[in-house]
């Protein structure tokens, strides 16, 4: 499993755009890069995931350099039910391997 | 369909009581996984499976056993219950291990030792 960084916390307000990255050096060739987030007393749940270059969907974007070593989530124009605590993957598709989430991001959306 | 139901939902112990909390999955899923998180912290890997009768330790496995004798259940046993292990604990399913984006998780137990 490759390694990643991300901040522990980040502050923001409603109406912004915000973008958190996260740092992945080793990561393989194999490897996806997935997001997840989770609301207080929730389970994580699935947000998006890429692969190079850059995803979109409903709910937010997700942009990966031609090197692979960093990606950033993009969440656009940001409201009070984005105060969640967002966690960076980084593995292959599909193993018989563990999944580990770390720390994530905890961001906090002011009014 | 119930997706991944975690019985109980809320439990206090004493110190050294032990107790089994369970996971339960209808969806066919090969791999089950136990989380822990504690306040304010992310999510730790306490067991996995990937699949009937296999099972693995993730990052924190002392003071806990698992077993998986089917593909439904994955439950998670406290053998003798200290206040470190007061903490909410998240079972986790997907139909392949792995970074996908697939993984379905229960609503939780929070346990309490006391």
């Known amino acids: 499993l490759a390694k990643t960084t991300q901040p522990i916390s980040m502050d923001s307000y409603e109406g912004q755009e915000v973008n958190i990255t996260c740092s992945h050096n080793?990561?393989?060739?194999?490897?996806?890069i997935t997001w997840y987030q989770q609301f207080p007393s929730q389970g994580p749940r699935f947000i998006i995931q890429?692969?190079?270059t850059k995803v979109t969907n409903e709910v937010a974007s997700l942009f990966i350099p031609a090197d692979r070593k960093s990606s950033t989530l993009s969440l656009p124009r940001v409201s009070l039910s984005d105060t969640a605590v967002y966690y960076c993957?980084?593995?292959?598709?599909?193993?018989?391997?563990?999944?580990?989430f770390g720390s994530g991001t905890r961001l906090s959306i002011r009014p | 369909n119930a997706g991944v139901t975690q019985t109980p939902k809320f439990q206090v112990l004493k110190t050294g009581q032990s107790m089994t909390l369970q996971c339960a999955q209808d969806?066919?899923?090969?791999?089950m996984s136990w989380y822990r998180q504690d306040p304010g912290m992310g999510l730790r890997l306490i067991h996995y499976?990937?699949?009937?009768?296999?099972?693995d330790q993730g990052e924190v496995p002392n003071g806990y056993n698992v077993s998986r004798s089917t593909t439904e259940d994955f439950p998670l046993r406290l053998l003798s219950a200290a206040p470190s292990q007061t903490s909410v604990y998240f079972c986790?399913?997907?139909?392949?291990?792995?970074?996908?984006?697939?993984?379905?998780f229960g609503s939780g137990t929070r346990l309490t030792v006391v």
């Open positions: 993957l980084v593995g292959r598709y599909s193993s018989a391997s563990k999944i580990i």
């Open positions: 969806m066919n899923h090969e791999y």
């Open positions: 080793n990561i393989a060739t194999n490897d996806y």
């Open positions: 499976s990937v699949g009937a009768g296999i099972t």
């Open positions: 986790a399913s997907s139909r392949t291990g792995g970074n996908n984006y697939g993984y379905t």
């Open positions: 890429g692969y190079k």
